[in-house]
């Protein structure tokens, strides 16, 4: 089944800063109904490196399921305004997630990120502890 509009909810998380790192996604059809979640360990990151790696793995995810326009929202203000270009990517690190998910973005007919709060995060943030817990860190 081919979806024209999704929205994604993302979220990184490391537990220390670098330390063991999750990630979780959540992708919701118009009706708003849950048709897919992601929940992967992905090693030792920063907390803003596992936001942009749960924002990638979203993002496949969402153009695997044909999504043609997504409204994605993130609990991280920085990755948020940088890709609304209103702060630079100054880190060596993410410099080359911030492209990836540019290159990704340009299937999609429409995107617009958003900053949310973490209370409004819930289910990406519970996959990412999930992950985290699954994987004993």
Not at 52 to 79: H, N, Q, T
Not at 81 to 105: C, G, M, T, W
Request: glycine content about 8%; charged content about 30%.
């Amino acid at each position: 089944m081919k979806y024209e509009k999704l929205k994604l909810f993302t979220d990184g998380g490391a537990r220390g800063n670098p330390g063991p790192a999750g990630i979780g996604a959540v992708i919701l059809n118009e009706h708003n109904k849950v048709i897919a979640e992601i929940s992967e360990y992905i090693g030792e990151a920063t907390n803003n490196q596992a936001e942009y790696k749960a924002l990638i793995a979203g993002l496949a995810k969402a153009r695997d399921l044909g999504g043609l326009e997504l409204e994605v929202f993130l609990d991280s203000e920085l990755v948020v305004k940088q890709l609304n270009r209103e702060y630079r990517v100054k880190d060596k690190h993410l410099a080359p997630l911030f492209v990836q998910v540019y290159n990704i973005s340009l299937g999609f007919k429409k995107i617009i990120f958003k900053h949310i709060y973490r209370e409004k995060n819930e289910l990406a943030d519970k996959l990412v502890n999930q992950a985290l817990d699954k994987a004993g860190k």
